[in-house]
Structure formats: C-alpha cells, structure tokens
C-alpha cells in the first residue's frame, strides 16, 4: 500500500475508481482473474475497469501515480470509508481484502493458527514459484520470437515438477483444498495459473488428476464463474478446457 509523493497526474474519466467502495484495475490473466475472483466469493461489491495491457496503457503517467507505480495489473483502489488505499500485486490484494473484510474466514484462517501460516507458504509459493516458472514457459514456448528449445525446456519442466508438488499436497491434504477444510486464498492465487495450463500443452487432467478434480470444485462454488468471467468471459472457459457446468 502506497501513496505517491508526485504530483498527481488526473485519471482519465472512463478509468475513474468509484467514490466509496472498491475498484480492481484487472485483465482476465491468471493473476487478473484471483482478485475479482476473490471479492466475488467474499461477496464484495466492486467496480473492475479492462485494462488492456496490449496498448500499454498500465504504463501512462496517470496509471503509475494513481494505481501502481510499477505499471502491472492487478490493482486496487479501495475507498471503502473515504480512504483512499491503493494495493497492487496479486498476493498483497489478496492478503489485505482477507484481512480487512473476511472476518468470517471465508477464503481464510484466524491469524495465528497453524492454518494462516500454511495459508502465507502456499500463496508464496505460487507468487514465487508457479506464476515466475509458469510465465517464462509461457513465454519461450508462446511469444518468443526465438525459439530456444533450452528455455522451453526448463521451465516446462519446472512447471511441471511445481504441478506435482501442488497434486501431492491435496493428496496429503484429503479436503479437496491446499490448506485446512476449505478453500482459501492460496487456492485463488494458484488457480488461475492451472487453468491455462492447456495453453503449453500441459494436460492437467491427464497429467495430474487430483489437480483437475480441485480445479472443477473451484469453480463451482457460488460466485466463482463470476468472478472468473469478470471483466470479459474467462478464456479458458471459452476454450472449452474446462467444464462451468
């Protein structure tokens, strides 16, 4: 949570954050989709605004010192009681909005029990593992104007490897969940990451079963197509990789 010591630069009037509440500055990414997929399932209104990372829009002055000073979706600016708070990255929005607005531990654990910090190394690890080894496979095999089969490689493989840490902890774990009886925000962070996971020809579920059963449970829970499809239709639902029946 930041405030920025330049002058302010005015937000463009179609990108202004709602005056008591909270507005997501997001794309329908896996990292995009944990936020409004959390204040979905937390039951929280919001406004979400496309920001099309395509046109660099992230990077305008007006974005910089008024939403992220780093130029990346997921953003926040919670007005929630005329505050004014802005939050950027994934895990950092996820870890405030549990904290300030799931006192009923819908997508959490009491702080302090052996489930809040099980919580904290599950969303680190998909923030420091999964998403970086994920995206860099992505990126190799997908947009690279070279192909270095070296690249490739390795971090199809450190994906896949991450994947099956992931399937051996909900094995371990016998709730369906990767930490205590219900779902938290290590599920939501890590979620989004499997369900493209088609896209660098991994077959999640052939390849790792129990990964793909969590998978489905997620997205069937009320309020989760929602927040997947927000702000446009989740494209691995449109692909049909997965079922939303």
Excluded: C
Excluded at 150 to 179: A, C, H, M, P, Q
Aim: hydrophobic share 35%.
């Amino acid at each position: 949570m930041s405030e920025s010591t330049l002058p302010a630069v005015g937000i463009p009037e179609e990108y202004k954050p709602i005056e008591d509440g909270i507005t997501l500055y997001t794309l329908g990414t896996p990292n995009g989709v944990k936020i409004s997929l959390a204040l979905s399932l937390l039951n929280i209104p919001y406004k979400a605004y496309t920001i099309d990372i395509s046109t660099n829009i992230q990077k305008k002055e007006w974005f910089l010192q008024n939403v992220n000073l780093n130029g990346r979706i997921p953003s926040i600016i919670d007005n929630t009681e005329g505050k004014g708070t802005k939050v950027f990255e994934s895990g950092a929005i996820l870890f405030y909005l549990t904290e300030k607005y799931d006192e009923d531990h819908v997508l959490s654990y009491p702080r302090g029990s052996p489930e809040y910090f099980e919580t904290m190394e599950w969303l680190f690890f998909q923030n420091a593992g999964v998403g970086p080894m994920q995206g860099q496979a992505n990126h190799f095999k997908l947009f690279a104007k070279e192909k270095i089969e070296y690249g490739i490689t390795r971090y199809l493989d450190e994906t896949r490897r991450l994947y099956s840490v992931l399937e051996r902890r909900l094995i371990e774990n016998k709730t369906g969940f990767l930490v205590g009886p219900h779902v938290s925000i290590a599920d939501i962070s890590t979620v989004g990451w499997v369900t493209v996971a088609y896209a660098i020809d991994i077959d999640v579920k052939s390849e790792y079963p129990v990964l793909a059963e969590w998978v489905q449970r997620i997205i069937k829970l009320p309020g989760a197509l929602d927040g997947f499809n927000t702000p446009t239709p989740y494209r691995a639902f449109t692909s049909r990789a997965w079922s939303t029946n």
